[in-house]
Every structure is written in structure tokens, then in C-alpha cells.
């Protein structure tokens, strides 16, 4: 039985010989595409449980591919693979839509144990039951990634929610940044720091139909979901 369907786009046809090879052996159906554009038609005809991407790829780019498949799902995984290490690109990754990056050159233990933790968050999220929190006159519905309030619907990306999830899980309780990374990224990394800030700001915007429900900032420390 297969682990997962993955996605790989990388043009380097050796490294992806290489990692399609170690993941076949790990138990994963995985379909390789040489470029972007190949492996926006493959995502479109087929579902995926996680998309490994590179960046620099002929014809479409990662980060225009993780645009298009966000767009389409909020769901699936999306881990960088990329020679890329400037503090830019990776942001620019986090802003389209990206979970994670792996630089080049990795170890496949390492790809594996990073997909690993993905997928096993994934199957949890699927498999969890409606769960509805009340957050003043706000309710949020974590399986519909929506929030309901009195005058409008606002709808959420799996990544907002999962955030929202965690804070709404533990209101009124200052939480740590590294605790927040952790749980809700899978790891303390400092650019995913710099992501989770873009969606702090993105939840605080979501969260204003009702001004009592505030999503402190704990300077040198961590955030607090104020409810009342």
C-alpha cells in the first residue's frame, strides 16, 4: 500500500532519479515532472498528498506553480527543494503559498522526516470531526476553514485555520513563538518565523468583525488570543 501520492518537480534529471528512486523505496507512488508548466497539468489531472517543487524550473517556476496550486487547494503540502538559500526566496516561498524548504544539498533521511510530519498532520486534519470554537461573536468552523460572524463569512487557507485552531485551543493564554512554530509548522525555524508573522497579520484582519477578539502580540515573548 502506498505511503503517498507525490508530486516531484525538478528539472535536474539526476537529483530527481535520485530522490524519485529513494522515495519509491520508502513506499511512495511518486510522479516526476521536468518543469512547472508539466507539473501543473499532472496536479490538475491527478490528487496528490504532497508537492515536492524546485524553484528554478523552465517554463514555470516553483513559485508561480505554488500560486496556481493554492489556488486550487489550500490543502495539499507544498515543500520547497531549492539551491536557493537567500532569506528572500524563502520568504517569497512562504508568501505563495509554500510550507517548507529543503536546501540543496540535503540528506533523503531528512526529505523523508520533513514529509513525514506533513503528511501525518494531513491525514489528522482529514480526519478530524466538525469542530466549532466560539470567539466572542465570532464562531469559527475549523473543518468548513471558515469564520462566521454577524455580518459576513470569511473564508480561511488551511494554513490560517490551522494557526487559528491552535490559538483558539488555548485563549487567554500567552503562547510562546517557538511553541506556536512548533505546533502548528512542525519545527522552530527562523524564516518560518518570518511567515508565521505575515499570517498573524493576515488572522488579525480576519478577526476584526469583532473588536473584542484580539490577537496580542507579547513582545520578546510570544502571542495571546484575547476572548471575552
Not at 70 to 77: A, C, I, T, Y
Request: with cysteine; glycine share 4%; net charge neutral.
Amino acid at each position: 500500500m502506498s505511503k503517498g501520492k507525490v508530486l516531484l518537480a525538478e528539472d535536474d534529471l539526476a537529483l530527481s532519479f535520485v530522490i524519485k528512486d529513494n522515495l519509491q523505496d520508502a513506499g511512495y507512488d511518486v510522479t516526476h515532472c521536468p518543469d512547472g508548466e508539466v507539473a501543473w497539468q499532472q496536479f490538475q489531472k491527478r490528487a496528490f498528498d504532497i508537492c515536492l517543487l524546485d524553484i528554478n524550473m523552465p517554463v514555470r517556476d516553483g513559485f508561480s506553480l505554488t500560486k496556481k496550486i493554492r489556488q486550487q487547494s489550500d490543502v495539499v503540502p507544498i515543500l520547497f527543494i531549492t539551491a536557493k538559500s537567500m532569506e528572500s526566496d524563502k520568504i517569497t516561498g512562504f508568501k505563495a503559498g509554500a510550507d517548507d524548504y529543503i536546501t540543496k544539498p540535503f540528506s533523503m533521511q531528512e526529505l523523508l522526516m520533513r514529509m513525514d510530519v506533513f503528511l501525518r498532520r494531513s491525514k489528522k486534519l482529514s480526519s478530524d470531526t466538525q469542530l466549532e470554537y466560539n470567539l466572542g461573536k465570532l464562531k469559527f468552523v475549523t473543518t468548513e476553514l471558515k469564520i462566521y460572524a454577524p455580518d459576513e463569512i470569511v473564508s480561511l487557507t488551511q494554513k490560517e485555520a490551522d494557526l487559528l485552531k491552535f490559538f483558539a485551543q488555548h485563549t487567554n493564554k500567552i503562547l510562546k513563538r517557538e511553541e506556536v512554530l512548533l505546533n502548528v509548522w512542525g519545527k522552530d525555524d527562523y524564516f518560518l518565523g518570518r511567515s508565521m508573522d505575515v499570517f498573524i497579520t493576515k488572522l488579525r484582519k480576519h478577526l476584526k468583525a469583532d473588536p473584542s477578539v484580539v490577537l496580542e502580540t507579547i513582545h520578546g515573548v510570544g502571542f495571546r488570543l484575547n476572548v471575552p
